[in-house]
């Protein structure tokens, strides 16, 4: 089946600084989101970008579908963005199913 | 994503107790879905429900028994839980099973005594 694979598993950072976050997948795909999953557990769209790019305030995504990566972008990080990132792909032919890379741990520090 | 309920927030059952988990969603989508997860893993696919019907059931234990009475809403049926099925389940909505995102609740935090 289609693997998903995310980088780095873990990163801190100081509140304000910049982080590229990384989904490689190993076939081509219909679906591709972004979730933020906070710490009380609430999984959190952040796009739906199975292809080009995406911006929402501080975040934004790019899929290059041809080469099988997506990545996601923070800039200027608050406390806030703590959590953990998750990529998850999916395929038609999988009937709807979502198939979860492992994440990203984010810590921003204050 | 607020725009799909589940109750309860929070269960604690005994492993000879029967209870069910319910997820709402009033957007008109015709597919749904229940996940599993499992502390510091990433959520799995149980099962997937389109158009009321259930199509996919990823090998999953007869002691969880889904149920999708209509289309806004999706049922977890469990029985005789095991220490080890302990974990947050989460439900999720698309537009259909081609036409995603697909919009998660914030899940039931489950645990089995």
């Known amino acids: 089946g289609i693997q998903v694979e995310q980088s780095p598993p873990d990163l801190i950072l100081q509140e304000g600084a910049n982080s590229t976050l990384r989904c490689n997948f190993s076939d081509s795909v219909n679906n591709l989101q972004w979730f933020h999953q906070n710490p009380w557990g609430q999984l959190i769209n952040l796009f739906y970008?199975?292809?080009g790019t995406k911006q929402n305030g501080r975040l934004s995504a790019t899929t290059v579908a041809t080469e099988r990566y997506s990545l996601l972008y923070i800039s200027s990080s608050q406390t806030t963005d703590s959590g953990v990132y998750f990529c998850a792909v999916g395929l038609y032919n999988q009937g709807g199913k979502l198939i979860f890379g492992q994440g990203t741990e984010l810590s921003v520090k204050p | 994503d607020t725009e799909v309920t589940q109750t309860p927030k929070h269960l604690v059952m005994g492993m000879t107790n029967k209870k069910s988990l319910k997820c709402e969603q009033h957007?008109?989508?015709?597919?749904m879905y229940w996940y599993k997860q499992k502390a510091k893993k990433p959520p799995e696919l149980m099962f997937v429900y389109s158009y009321e019907k259930l199509s996919i059931n990823e090998s999953v234990p007869s002691r969880f028994s889904p149920e999708c009475p209509n289309s806004s809403l999706l049922n977890l049926h469990l029985h005789a839980l095991q220490p080890e099925d302990s974990a947050l389940y989460l439900c999720a909505s698309s537009q259909d099973v081609y036409d995603q995102p697909q919009h998660f609740g914030d899940g039931t935090r489950l645990s089995i005594l």
């Open positions: 970008i199975p292809s």
């Open positions: 957007m008109g989508h015709r597919a």
